[in-house]
């Protein structure tokens, strides 16, 4: 019989589990994507599930099936058929090297001219033929990845909503936290999840229905396809849709139309950043607002260890870091007035946790200086 208070025994068992963990890790790493993806599905469906096993009394098996089918109709398959259109085009396209370096060493010249300052020369130029090449591999190997964690996704959503109450249940015991910040941890993680799985979408179409109408108006070729590359640059952090409408100014001033190039910068400036900041206002009433620095970094970090996926865990990490270091302030620190939490949108009434007098009466004063 096991001696439940042997302390070696436990920590041999846990030095078991975190080198198996490593292991697992470094050998199912190209598939941490499709993990990450299917527990972001999961947060997001995880309500239907319960819904329609519950209170519709269906079966589980039927009711994981519906869900899969559902988040491979809505989720996967345009996600996946986004990536080949894009891989596919760009494949097609034909650009005539010489003829562009030429254009903009033209371009160069003129403002060297009036400057008097060399800026760059013709053999400097020499690097923007291999950046179609590499670019191209880049987005093949990337659409093969996709599809591949596509159908891992598949998978462990399917076994994360049939044992959805074990799953939580099992994740929750092992956490050594209180069960205050469990069940905070818990709505964390799941408005976290929802602002950038939801708002970051909804901001793509948003500055994309913005952008098409720019690119129709200045005769840009093509200008479905750069309005489809113009949402999905809205995930990249700092820079965002600049990548794409930027060089297209710059192609058209380029051509020798510097009036319209211009005003097409001034377009993309004012309309298309613009509607960025607006939009973002508006989805802060509905979604959780991360700090704008969580969000960055977070992203920053995320794309480079998983990929797509990372512009969800990567924000969720760091908010993870910031957000224990916040509850560890607030339990073991005398007199911090951290607050266990990160993001600044908190749905209080529907939380499950318990508030001390002293922070509910704290709280009100701060919302009555508020409202003077």
Known sequence: MIDKNNKQHKYILIGLLVLLGLIFFKEARPFLSGLFGASTLFVMMRNQMAYLTEKKNWNRHLSATIILIESLMFFLIPLTAFALLVVDT????????????????????????????????????????????????????????????????????????????????????VLPFREENKDILANETKEIIRANAIGIPLLGIIQGIFAL???????????????????????????????????????????????AGLLFLLYGLVVIGGVDNVARLLLQKQLADIHPLITIFGVIIGLQMFGFWGV????????YLVLLFNMYRHDYIPGSKAKPRVTTKLKSRSLPIHISDSETKEEKKEEEEKGR
């Open 312 to 319: 969800i865990f990567g924000p969720l990490l760091l908010s």
């Open 213 to 259: 109408g720019g690119y129709i108006v200045f005769g840009i070729q093509q200008p479905i396809l750069f309005a489809v590359l113009t949402a999905f640059s809205t995930i990249l952090p700092v820079v965002g849709t600049m990548v794409v409408w930027v060089p297209l100014g710059i192609g058209i001033i380029i051509s020798g139309d510097i009036l």
């Open 90 to 173: 760009l494949s097609g396209i034909e650009f005539d090297i010489q003829s562009l370096l030429l254009q903009l060493e033209d371009f160069i010249n003129v403002i060297e001219e009036r400057i008097g300052y060399d800026l760059i020369t013709f053999d400097n130029l020499a690097f923007i033929p291999k950046i179609g090449g590499s670019t191209l591999q880049f987005l093949a190997a990337s659409t093969y990845s996709l599809i591949l964690n596509s159908i891992v996704i598949l998978f462990i959503l399917y076994y994360m909503l049939y044992n959805y109450r074990e799953f939580e249940s099992g994740f929750k015991e």
